[in-house]
Every structure is written in C-alpha cells, then in structure tokens.
C-alpha cells in the first residue's frame, strides 16, 4: 500500500497532504475494527449501567399516578395545608387512579413510593383510594380530613411534594443513612436503621484486610516461583493455576465442607483432642468464613502479577549488593523489594477491586456478619423490590470501583494484565 | 482451522435443538413453597386434575415474596401461572397491579349446597386472591430431649432451656412472637406494634436470645435443623413438623402458645398464559373435595367451612385423626394470632431494614 | 547442625527419624505422615547452595520453603479434597471412619448417580431411561444449558473480541487507553452492578429470561479475556509479515487468514477457553437475568448449596475440577506451542 501512496503523490498533490490522508485512512480502519465490539457493549453493558444509574435518581410513581396533582402540589408553597383546589384534584386523581390496573401505574405504587419516605403511610393510600369515590362534592379538604385524620398531618403533603418531583435525590439520602428531617432538611438517621454506611465501612475493611493477606500470603510463593528452576516451579505453578481455572462455586463448597462444624477441620481437632465435641467452632458462615474463601479465591489474582514482576529481576542485583556487603535483609529492602511494587501495585488494586465487589462468596458463606455491600444491592433488586436504593447503593460502590480502576490504569495500564 | 469452525458451527447447532422447547397447550405452572407442602398439593390438587382434564401442572418450588411475580410481570415474560402466596402479598400485589383480577362468581358451591360466597371463611376470597389453606407458625422442639415446655416465653428462655432457637430470617412473625413471650395479649400485639417503644421492646426481647439463634429461609429447613440437633427449639410453620412426625416417625412436639396464623392463597401473575385452565385448577383446587384431601397429607386447614367435615385422618395412617393437628382445633387456638397483613404492608419495608441493621450488629 | 545437611539424602534420613518417634509417642502413623508432608516435601525444593552459606542461612531458606509450601498446599487442598469426599458412602461432608482405613464399603459413587437420577420421572425404568435422563434430570439439563451459552456465548466472544484487539494493536489507533478500559471494563465492575444493570435494561426490551439474554450478559463478561490474551500475542507480532504477504499481492482477508490467524492462533484459543470457562462458572448475571428454563451448573449448585447441601454438590463439583485439569493441560500445550511458534525458548 505504502508503496502505491507514492507513486500516486506524484500526481500533483503535496506529499504532506496525502501522508495525512492515508493516516486518517489508517486511523479509520482500525477504529472500525474495534467498533463491533465497541457498539455491542454499548447495547449490552454501557446502557444497562447508565439506565440504572438514572433508575437511582429518577422516580416517576407519583407523577405515573396521579399526574394532575403532581403538578398542583408542586405549585404549592408548602406552607400548612395545600389549597382546597389541590385536594380537589388529589380525590378525583386517587378516584381515577383506583380503576387504573396497569402496571406501575396503580394506587399500590404510588403508595410503595411514598412510604419509602414515611413509613407506615402506605395503608392511608390503599383505604384512601377505595373510599375516596364516596367523596362527591366539595369541599374535599374536609371530607378527605374526615375519612382518615391523617390527611390533616402536613408531613404527609409535604412528602408527597417531594416525591411529585420525577428526579429525587431521595434514595441517595436513604443510601447514605441519612432521611429527611420535619422541616425538609437532611439529618442522620436514627441509629437502629443505620445500615448500608456501616456497611460500606465494612466491605471496605474486609477488602483491605483480604488484599493485605493475599499479600502476605502471595508474596513468598511469588518468590519461590520466580527463583526456582522451570522445572520445579512450572511443578509448584499447578498449584496456582488450577485452583485459578476451578469454579468459584467448587471452590466455596470446598470451604464449606472444611469449615463447617461437622466438617474436617473440627472432626481433626475433636479428634486431636484440642476442642470437645459439643465445642466446635464456628468457621463459616460468618466474617471468618467469608475472609478465608475469599483470600482462597483471590490470592492467585495476586501471586501472578507478582510472580510476572519477580521473574524480571536479574538474581545478579542482589547477589551484588550482598557481595558489597549489605546484610540480606538491608540488601531485601533497599535492591529487590523496590523492584517488586509494579506487580505489588498490580496484584492489590485488582484483589481490591475484586473484594469490594463481591457477591457469591458472602452469600453462600457469610451468615449475617460476614456480608458485603453486593449482597444488600441484590437483596434490594431480589427482595425487597426497592430497585432505586438497590441503584443508588450500586453507583455508589461503581463510583468507588471505576476510581480505583482509574487509579489503575494511570500506574500500571490495564493492558499489562496477564493471565498464567 | 476449517474443521474447528465446523465442529463449533455443529455443536452450536446440536445444542440449540436440543435447548430450545416449547411451553404445550394444556399445561400450567403451578409455584408453591416446597417440601411436604408441595407435596400435599400434588396429592389433592395436581394428580386428580390432571387426570380429570388430561392437562400437566408443573411444579416448582420458591421461598415466597413478590420479586419473582413482578420481575416477569414488568419484564413481560410471564412464565408462572399460578402462585401460592401469603396474604400480604396477595395484598400488596394486587395494589400494585402485578396480579390478575379473579372473578369470585367463578368458584362452585360447596360440597352441600352452600353457595361460595358463604362456604368460604371470611377473608378468604380477595379481589385478585383465592385462598386455600389456613397455616401457621409454631415453635416446636424434640420431645425426646426437652420436655416441660410451659408457653412461648420458655422459647425466649436461655436459662430454663438452654441452647440454640431457630427462628424465620426476617421481622415476621418474630415481632410478634417475642412481644408475646413478652407478655402481650395476642389482641393487643399489633397495637403494641405500631408505636416505636413497642417496636423497641420486640428487638430487645429478640436480643436476649440473639447470639444463641440460627436463622432458617426455607420451610424444610426447621424440621431438619431439629433433626440434625442443630437447635433445641425452632419456630416452624405447623404442617412441616407435623409431617416430619407423621411420615418420619420423628419425635417432634408443637407448642401452640403464640402461635401466629395466616393464609395462603392463589394468585395469578398479571399477564399469565392459558388463563382458562388457570381458573379451572383453582376452581378444581378449592373445592370441598380438594380442599379436605389436602388436609389428609398435612396439617392445614381447609379454607371452606363445608370441608371440615370431611377432614378425616392422615392418608396413610387410619388412627391419625387430622383435626387436633389443625391450627383452628379449639385446644390449639386459646392464644393465636391472626397475622395482620395491612401492618406489614404498610411497615415491612421499614422493619425488613431496621431487622437488616439489627442483624449485622 | 544444618551444616551437615549438604546432602538432601541425609536430611531426609534425619526426617525420617523424627518421624518414627512420633509414630512411637503417639501410636498412630497419621501424624507421622502428616510431619512428613509438611517438612519433607520442602526439602525437594532446597536445592544447592553456595558452600558459604552459613547454617542461619540454610535453615531460614528451609523454614521459607515450609511456609511457602504451607501456602501452596493451602491453595490446592481445597480443590483435590472434595474429589475422596464425594465417593462418601454416607450422606455426610467429612471423612468417615472406614474411609480413613480405607473399608471399600465406605466408599461409593451413590452421589454421581444421583446426578443422573435427580429429577428423573423414572429412573429405575429400562424403556425410555436415556430420554428421560436427557429430558427431565435437574443436572444434565443444567449442564445441556451451561454447554449451550458457554459455546455460543464464546464463540460470539471470540469473533468480536480478536477483530476488536486486531483494531487496538494497530499502531495508528486513536484512543486507544480509552477503548481498552472500556472493552475491559466489564472485568472490574462488580458483577452485581453489571447484573442489575442488564436486569433493568433486559426487562424492557424482553430479553430477561431468555437464553439470548443469558448469552448476551455472557459475551460482554467474555470479551475482555479474549481482548486481553488476543493483544498480548499481537504485541510480540511483526507488522512486516503483514506488508510482505500484502506486498505479494494477497488481499486483507487472505492476509488475515493466512498470515495474522495462525499466528494469533494460540491466542484466540486461550482466550476462548478463558471466555468458556467464565461462561460456565458465572451466577451473577444467571441469578438476575435468567428462568428455570436457562438454570445453568453453578446457578443449580448454588441453589443446592443455600437450600439444602447434599454429597451431589461434591460429586458435580469434583466433575467441574477434572475439566479444569483438562482446560489447564490445553491452555498449557498452546502456550508452548505458542513459544515455540515465536521463537522462544521452551517453559
């Protein structure tokens, strides 16, 4: 091709021009190849993950439900009761939104949507809306007042205002432990329902102790591999990989049948005589259990990069500085540890980034104590259907996720990742 | 390189054959809780139908809520047909419009005459719901080892029976249960209940017994977990421990104090297929007959008032009578509780939280 | 004293020893064994040292192989233990006493035919057994499922993913980092985030709960591993190979087929095989995307393992270890062939 472009250049145009012009044309090209693959995760992945990041601002159950009076409350200054004209158009709104039985669109969403809020709530909707076709005439303030005296309470129309509005910060706060306060400004919640900070705290420290001992445990046998003779240490390599190459699931049911308290560990030390039999120990499901699978399952995540490190070092470097003599721990520190942080950065953002978002482990093997900030997002997805605190908890832990992917790329370039 | 390509185009091929099938016309899928249960209602309900109407029931198992009913109802994939749920969920499901509204005029009279409407207990027939049994949670323990258990506050107490409790991972029925080890009145617990004290004095009765409690999701897991003298005592629902000793032999007590009855009931996800031979199993299902050949494989019992009488004994077993073993016998129902749905509609959100942070503490 | 060890015969001699006193004090040979496991195995791996070598150094060196041992041996135990295990004849998760003294009672493969037999209508039946089998037993249609999307899945992987790295090794690609992060992206985001996400999105557009949706979720978690192993061949590739098949007159296709394929070969083979294996291991994204009808392995192990857990668990188990051994011999014979292809040396 190259050779072609030249004998066309001396056709009059400027050589400067058409070098641009087939580097443009190259440039294209290989853009173009990676654009099927590029186009099929936007539609797979990069999609999916910004509509649930919409999912964890954007609410529409109360505008869906009862659209006229979404807009009238918002009008209204918040001050004491809403005008008689905006419970005019909640009754005859709730009155219409009673036959409706399409999907997301009923009474029963509407009610869902605004006990998240202030909980307890959600029968003054359901009762509401099946007797507010009795109500005629006006004035409806009155009348709604009268068929439940909670409808006198301004908190409830305050909450209501908030929720009318389709964008909501509101599951951000809930995620946060945080709620809102009478006057609409945003305090701390009670401590009894703290759970997802403490929970984020926690995940974040059960990573860090699991990375730190994946590095503990990664880095003499990094060591060994890389000094060993191939022979030998494609042998001990086995060890490695193969634990790598089998299933997540075989590997935690392992831990389970050696954990558990009829399981091999306890029958040993029973029958070693170091505990009785009624005092078996709890090793699984708990936070034990989960910090054990989990260093069992990532620590090949650490050893490799390592080991891809240390095979790079010449034996000579410290072989000199000992030779010059540096005691070897002196020599260890200032010569053959420093020369290891790529791998040692490598291995502990990727064990990390692993940890925190870990799911399948904590969920077989972590009890109550032993669960990470994963297990509550799908138990919001799964469980409890509050799919936009299930979003807004997922974003959270994807900022701090795409952070430290960020972090990685800039030391080590997630191109240099190799697998065996 | 050619012949890869070949292999993986064929293998592809053989595969995709082989996973694709079809759902056939005539056949429904019916979900309920597992276990002996299932069981039961394979019994009384699947077989004869089947046999009566040459239609398949297949039955898979779940461990109850709504999140699977609404996943495929709002992503337009409707693969169940009918579901056994608990009342609150019927509720709260039908007030989200994920269920199909059931016409109650469909369902026959009873047995002798009575007209449905009054054959069936009150309560029992809701705008989207069909009941069929009347179920509860119990706690029971092994008669073998434990004897001398006076009420349900013996289950809270460590120091009388020590040991570890099994109890149903969630607030309910556990709120109730421990404010009426607390001394609350079973008509009084749901207004206890709805203040924060009240709330308050549930967790901190739940507290004293914390450390020593493994929490079961499954029906089949209390009975098992006895078995295993895993626990000493657990909450159970009734049916699964009195078939662990009517068909296991196993030496299981209930203890009926405080004991926590609700309903089960079918629903039909909105958007369901074959909604035709849908209505005719549940019609089929909770009629007389049906409803009081349930009650001969486990302990339920029957929603219709003009089944009752034929409620007879355990299918296999003449000398079992059935009707001591119900939740509704007299002697069993002096401190019961029926579970009121409209608070854990309007609370569970908020106390499935609180119980969550309660928890991991 | 560890200067005398200069011979490994010797230490072992000594090792030996020590474990015939044990065996003396304590009456049994297991712990015996068990001394002999864990002090002598290093010893393999102690090889010569320079005769200067003072006796602290020699016997750091040695406790060093014993915990780095230690450490192999705890990654490993795990996954070799379950395979006695699941040939327990009892319905129990530990080692029996007649499987200790080796009784051939205590031992059965009761739990694999329970693979084969769980939900069959008649599994006793000679008429009709395989159809049956092949229709109705709970693991076969999970492992037909799992077969299923991981092949297609790959496949879809593979394709894209080496077009895709053969645009990202070029050295004329703009925006290359940022292209690489996000084709590598699916990788490090956490797995639930990413299920929820195709939850949602699935749901609307009526791909949750059907096999392409499982095989979607599987082709994005795939891509990155083919991505990954494909660019890494391509970094060791000469770029004139390329223009002098070009230069002999051979078009873009022809020049790929013949010249670029065999050599990224091996390549896209490990890739593949990465992609397989994460297809055939994933539960995440099965849990949120997928129906009873797409329940694949790991979905059907992890409901058995949070339900009730059974010695079937084990035997399926131990099945998926043996396929690793096989995927990891595979992987290993096209590393070396890749090597040696590109010249290097053997290892």
């Known amino acids: 091709m190259s050779t072609a472009d030249i004998s066309i250049s001396q056709d009059g145009i400027p050589l400067k021009q058409k070098l641009a012009k087939t580097t443009a044309l190259q440039r294209r090209r290989a853009l173009l190849l990676t654009m099927p693959l590029v186009l099929f995760l936007l539609v797979s992945f990069v999609v999916p993950i910004g509509q649930m990041l919409f999912n964890s601002v954007h609410n529409d159950k109360v505008s869906a439900v009862v659209p006229n009076f979404a807009d009238a409350i918002l009008q209204w200054d918040g001050v004491g009761l809403p005008p008689e004209e905006t419970f005019e158009i909640f009754v005859k709104d709730m009155i219409q939104a009673k036959k409706v039985r399409e999907v997301g669109r009923t009474v029963g969403n509407l009610a869902t949507r605004v006990n998240y809020e ?25 009348a709604l007042i009268k068929l439940n005296k909670k409808w006198g309470n301004p908190q409830i129309w305050l909450t209501l205002q908030r929720a009318a509005r389709d964008i909501t910060p509101a599951f951000y706060v809930a995620a946060l432990d945080l709620k809102y306060a009478e006057d609409g400004s945003i305090e701390r919640a009670d401590e009894l329902y703290q759970i997802y900070l403490n929970n984020f705290m926690k ?28 022979r030998q240490s494609n042998l001990l390599m086995i060890m490695v990989l193969l634990p790598f190459w089998t299933s997540l699931l075989v590997r935690t049911t392992a831990w389970i049948a050696i954990l558990q308290t009829e399981g091999i560990i306890n029958d040993m030390l029973v029958f070693l005589g170091f505990i009785s039999d009624d005092g078996r120990i709890q090793m699984i499901y708990n936070q034990t259990g989960t910090i054990i699978a989990m260093v069992h399952i990532l620590l090949p995540f650490m050893i490799l990069p390592l080991y891809s490190v240390m095979k790079t070092i010449p034996p000579s470097y410290m072989r000199a500085a000992l030779s010059m003599g540096a005691k070897p721990l002196y020599a260890y520190r200032k010569v053959y540890f420093p020369q290891t942080l790529p791998g040692l950065a490598a291995g502990t953002l990727l ?24 297990n509550l997002i799908a138990y919001h997805i799964q469980k409890s259907l509050n799919w936009s605190l299930g979003a807004a908890l997922g974003t959270i832990l994807l900022v701090v996720v795409l952070l430290l992917y960020w972090l990685y790329n800039k030391l080590i370039g997630i191109d240099k990742l190799r697998f065996g | 390189m050619n012949k890869l ?20 016309a005539g056949e429904i899928t019916v979900v309920s809780w597992g276990g002996a249960y299932t069981k039961s209602q394979v019994e009384a309900y699947h077989k004869p139908w089947m046999a009566q109407t040459g239609n398949t029931v297949v039955s898979e198992d779940y461990s109850g809520g709504l999140a699977e009913i609404k996943a495929q109802v709002e992503a337009g994939n409707v693969t169940w047909n009918l579901v056994d749920v608990e009342l609150s969920d019927a509720v709260r499901g039908c007030d989200e419009g994920i269920l199909e509204v059931i016409d109650p005029s469909i369902l026959p009279a009873g047995a002798d005459g009575t007209p449905a409407a009054d054959d069936f207990l009150p309560g029992t027939v809701h705008e989207c719901a069909v009941g069929n049994i009347v179920w509860s949670t119990v706690f029971a323990y092994d008669g073998s080892k434990t004897q001398g258990v006076g009420g349900i506050a013996d289950f809270f107490n460590l120091d009388k029976f020590p040991g570890k409790r099994g109890l149903r991972k969630g607030p309910k029925p556990n709120l109730e249960m421990a404010l009426m080890a607390d001394g609350v009145a079973p008509a009084d617990v749901y207004e206890v209940l709805s203040t924060d004290a009240g709330i308050d004095r549930a967790f901190a009765k739940l507290d004293s017994i914390k450390d020593s409690v493994v929490w079961w999701e499954a029906g089949a897991q209390p009975p098992q977990l006895l078995a295993d003298g895993e626990v000493v005592m657990t909450t159970a629902y009734n049916g699964r421990i009195f078939n662990a000793v009517a068909a296991e032999g196993k030496p299981f007590e209930i203890n009926w104090d405080g004991q926590v009855w ?12 074959n909604m035709e031979d849908t209505l005719d199993f549940i019609k089929f299902s909770t009629g007389t007959q049906a409803l009081a050949d349930q009650a001969s494989w486990i302990s339920y019992g029957p929603v219709r008032k003009s089944s009752a009488p034929l409620v007879s ?40 939280e609180r119980f969550n942070a309660w928890l991991s503490k | 004293m560890f200067k005398q060890f200069k011979q490994k015969q010797k230490a072992y001699g000594y090792l030996l020893l020590a474990a015939l006193v044990i065996t003396l004090f304590t009456g049994t040979v297991k712990a015996a064994i068990g001394f002999l496991l864990v002090f002598g195995v290093p010893l393999y791996f102690m090889n010569k040292m320079p005769d200067y070598a003072t006796t602290g150094e020699r016997f750091s060196r040695y406790m060093f192989l014993v915990i780095s041992s230690s450490i192999l041996v705890f990654l490993i135990t795990p996954v070799l233990i379950i395979i006695p295990l699941s040939f327990n004849a009892e319905p129990y998760f530990t080692f029996t006493e007649g499987m200790l003294s080796l009784d051939p009672d205590a031992f059965s493969t009761r739990w694999y035919m329970d693979i084969v037999y769980n939900g069959m209508a008649a599994p006793q039946a000679i008429e009709g057994w395989w159809a049956d089998m092949w229709e109705n037993a709970q693991w076969i249609r999970a492992a037909r499922n799992s077969f299923f999307i991981a092949t297609v899945s790959t496949v879809i992987a593979t394709v894209l993913g080496t077009i895709a790295a053969l645009g990202l090794s070029r050295p004329e690609m703009p925006y290359r980092a940022l292209i690489t992060s996000l084709l590598i992206s699916p990788m ?14 699935y749901s609307q557009v009526g791909l949750a709960k059907t096999y392409w949706g499982v095989i979607l979720a599987h082709v994005t978690l795939g891509v990155p591993f083919v991505i990954i192993t494909v660019t890494a061949t391509l970094s060791g590739f000469d770029m004139s190979l390329v223009r002098a098949a070009q230069n002999m007159g051979a078009n873009g296709w022809t020049t790929f087929r013949r010249v670029i394929m065999p050599l990224i070969l091996p390549g896209m083979i490990s890739g593949a095989l990465f992609a397989f294996i994460t297809s055939l291991d994933e539960v995440v994204a099965v849990l949120f995307i997928a129906d009873v009808e797409q329940r694949t392995i790991p979905r059907q192990m992890f409901s058995g393992i949070r339900e009730q857990i059974s010695p079937t668990i084990l035997s399926v188990a131990s099945i998926l270890v043996l396929m690793s051994v ?18 290097m040396s053997p290892g």
């Open chain 1, 118 to 142: 202030m909980p307890g709530s959600r029968s003054l909707f359901t009762s509401t809306a099946r007797k507010a076709k009795k109500i005629k005439e006006g004035p409806y303030k009155e």
């Open chain 1, 351 to 374: 064990v990390f980034i692993l940890a925190i978002g870990y799911y399948i482990t904590p969920a077989l093997v972590g009890g109550e104590d032993g669960l990470l900030i994963s």
């Open chain 3, 188 to 201: 490090i985001v956490p797995l639930v985030i990413t299920a929820t996400g195709m939850f949602f999105f």
């Open chain 2, 5 to 24: 390509i070949n292999k993986t185009l064929i293998a592809t091929a053989i595969s995709a054959a082989v996973a694709a099938s079809s759902v056939q």
């Open chain 2, 262 to 273: 609700d309903l089960d009931l079918w629903v039909i996800p909105k958007g369901a297929s």
């Open chain 1, 203 to 230: 995940t974040l420290w059960l990573s860090a102790l699991i990375t730190f001992i994946c590095i503990l445990l990664a880095y003499p046998v990094a060591y060994l591999l890389s000094v060993l003779p191939l």
């Open chain 3, 326 to 343: 096989i995927l990891l011999t595979v992987l290993e014979l096209l590393r070396r062939r890749s090597e040696r292809l590109r010249g």
């Open chain 2, 313 to 352: 004994s355990y299918h296999n077993q003449p000398d079992l009578d059935m009707a001591p073993h119900m939740p509704t016998a007299p002697a069993n129902f002096a401190n019961a509780l029926q579970n009121d749905f409209e608070f854990w509609a309007d609370n569970q959100d908020q106390l499935n």
